[in-house]
């Protein structure tokens, strides 16, 4: 089957694990959105690997990486990447780069930082240029992956690409950014990237035709998608499963299954509102069980119960058909578990998610308590180990959302993963 995986929280949710479990059942993985600002954190050979930009397939020789045209490349960052993962042995023979993947330019970066210093409302970008970077694509001016193949083209393309930022930043009372170094830099990346490059889009088309098992690999999650998130508390790209098919050039006949990924808990980076988020001693005690530090910045993320209202509408969004849960050991040994199960505000109590974040910050959630359990939940791999009191807001969880559980993660490993219904 054909398998979509979305995060369905604020990013950060776990995907990578996921994948990384998920992945070896499929013939092809390919990234469809997003640029290095995602951080999946995979553990490979007892190593902690961050990738960025690289599919989580890379550790299967046999399975096609795919980073697709809808993803915004910084290519300087994923050469550094593969060098690193081939530091690990792996060879990465199987990555295809999309030549019509947008590039992520100094400009972007340069702005990036400029804009977020100069909002009246911060929005905690990671400042890695990636919404300048896709505000070029739908201002028609992007330059792509392609253009570093040729060396000519692609100086000239950035010249012009030069005088207008560069009119840009000079308005903020910012210096010039130089094309040189920064041109001869891309374009040997780019040389680096060529027998990587190609049509992405006809590759994933003929693996379609040859009936080939594709899995769909999302970054972000749910809540952060330029339409459907916490607006303007988002990223800036679809990603929700609309992304899939606008990031890959495939049909919606392409997907047979959609996977969700949750956290047993809930976590945010950056600003926006966040009605469930924990402060003082509790929130700083969820933060340091569950290791809630941003594998792309080191940023400490913020920590609060599982919004079931929010989940709810990830799901309903995405038409979810099976929950990946993740990190439910970091809940071991708590008294109590709660869940917000509804929203009160000036207009009444309300189970329906408001996207943007002027109503969603004057909302108070409305919780359910869970009793809490003393089991490690580490060492267990059937769902029959797990204690009464765990398998009580498992079912909840699916009751409420209208998806089944089909996977737990009980630890960081591969192996601690509990298949519920593979079904």
Same mark, same amino acid.
């Given at each position: 089957?054909?398998?979509?995986?979305?995060?369905?929280?604020?990013?950060?949710?776990?995907?990578?694990?996921?994948?990384?479990?998920?992945?070896?059942?499929?013939?092809?993985?390919?990234?469809?959105?997003?640029?290095?600002?995602?951080?999946?954190?995979?553990?490979?050979?007892?190593?902690?690997?961050?990738?960025?930009?690289?599919?989580?397939?890379?550790?299967?020789?046999?399975?096609?990486?795919?980073?697709?045209?809808?993803?915004?490349?910084?290519?300087?960052?994923?050469?550094?990447?593969?060098?690193?993962?081939?530091?690990?042995?792996?060879?990465?023979?199987?990555?295809?780069?999309?030549?019509?993947?947008?590039?992520?330019?100094?400009?972007?970066?340069?702005?990036?930082?400029?804009?977020?210093?100069?909002?009246?409302?911060?929005?905690?970008?990671?400042?890695?240029?990636?919404?300048?970077?896709?505000?070029?694509?739908?201002?028609?001016?992007?330059?792509?992956?392609?253009?570093?193949?040729?060396?000519?083209?692609?100086?000239?393309?950035?010249?012009?690409?030069?005088?207008?930022?560069?009119?840009?930043?000079?308005?903020?009372?910012?210096?010039?950014?130089?094309?040189?170094?920064?041109?001869?830099?891309?374009?040997?990346?780019?040389?680096?990237?060529?027998?990587?490059?190609?049509?992405?889009?006809?590759?994933?088309?003929?693996?379609?035709?040859?009936?080939?098992?594709?899995?769909?690999?999302?970054?972000?999650?749910?809540?952060?998608?330029?339409?459907?998130?916490?607006?303007?508390?988002?990223?800036?790209?679809?990603?929700?499963?609309?992304?899939?098919?606008?990031?890959?050039?495939?049909?919606?006949?392409?997907?047979?299954?959609?996977?969700?990924?949750?956290?047993?808990?809930?976590?945010?980076?950056?600003?926006?509102?966040?009605?469930?988020?924990?402060?003082?001693?509790?929130?700083?005690?969820?933060?340091?069980?569950?290791?809630?530090?941003?594998?792309?910045?080191?940023?400490?993320?913020?920590?609060?119960?599982?919004?079931?209202?929010? $989940?709810?509408?990830?799901?309903?969004?995405?038409?979810?058909?099976?929950?990946?849960?993740?990190?439910?050991?970091?809940?071991?040994?708590?008294?109590?578990?709660?869940?917000?199960?509804?929203?009160?505000?000036?207009?009444?109590?309300?189970?329906?998610?408001?996207?943007?974040?002027?109503?969603?910050?004057?909302?108070?959630?409305?919780?359910?308590?869970?009793?809490?359990?003393?089991?490690?939940?580490?060492?267990?791999?059937?769902?029959?180990? $797990?204690?009464?009191?765990?398998?009580?807001? $498992?079912?909840?969880?699916?009751?409420?959302?209208?998806?089944?559980?089909?996977?737990?993660?009980?630890?960081?490993?591969?192996?601690?993963?509990?298949?519920?219904?593979?079904?």
């Amino acid at each position: 089957m054909n398998t979509v995986v979305l995060g369905l929280q604020w990013g950060d949710e776990g995907k990578g694990k996921a994948i990384d479990y998920l992945a070896g059942g499929f013939d092809v993985v390919a990234r469809f959105q997003g640029g290095h600002n995602a951080g999946h954190t995979v553990y490979y050979r007892g190593q902690k690997v961050v990738l960025h930009l690289l599919p989580s397939g890379i550790f299967y020789p046999d399975c096609l990486a795919v980073i697709a045209h809808g993803v915004v490349v910084q290519p300087l960052q994923l050469v550094e990447e593969i060098r690193n993962a081939r530091a690990l042995g792996l060879r990465l023979d199987n990555l295809v780069l999309s030549a019509n993947a947008p590039l992520i330019l100094p400009f972007h970066q340069r702005l990036d930082v400029v804009f977020e210093d100069s909002r009246y409302q911060r929005i905690g970008t990671t400042r890695r240029g990636i919404g300048p970077a896709y505000e070029d694509v739908v201002g028609r001016r992007a330059l792509f992956v392609g253009d570093l193949l040729d060396e000519q083209g692609f100086r000239s393309k950035i010249a012009v690409l030069a005088e207008y930022y560069n009119r840009l930043l000079a308005a903020w009372g910012q210096p010039a950014e130089a094309v040189e170094p920064a041109a001869s830099a891309y374009l040997e990346a780019g040389e680096f990237l060529r027998p990587m490059v190609g049509d992405s889009g006809a590759r994933l088309r003929r693996a379609l035709r040859e009936g080939k098992k594709i899995l769909f690999e999302g970054a972000q999650g749910t809540l952060l998608d330029i339409h459907l998130g916490t607006y303007p508390f988002v990223t800036s790209s679809n990603t929700t499963i609309a992304g899939v098919f606008s990031g890959t050039g495939l049909s919606p006949r392409a997907v047979d299954r959609v996977i969700g990924i949750s956290k047993a808990y809930a976590t945010r980076v950056g600003e926006g509102p966040f009605p469930s988020e924990l402060g003082g001693k509790e929130g700083e005690r969820l933060r340091e069980l569950g290791n809630e530090y941003g594998a792309t910045t080191g940023r400490p993320r913020r920590v609060g119960w599982l919004d079931l209202v929010a $989940l709810r509408h990830a799901v309903q969004v995405n038409g979810v058909d099976s929950l990946f849960l993740t990190k439910l050991d970091v809940l071991d040994g708590l008294d109590e578990v709660r869940a917000a199960v509804a929203y009160e505000s000036g207009g009444g109590r309300s189970e329906d998610f408001p996207c943007l974040a002027g109503a969603l910050a004057g909302v108070r959630p409305v919780y359910r308590s869970f009793p809490g359990w003393k089991t490690e939940l580490g060492g267990l791999r059937r769902i029959a180990e $797990l204690p009464g009191a765990a398998r009580a807001y $498992l079912d909840f969880i699916a009751e409420y959302t209208g998806a089944r559980i089909g996977h737990l993660s009980v630890g960081t490993e591969r192996e601690q993963t509990i298949a519920v219904d593979l079904k």
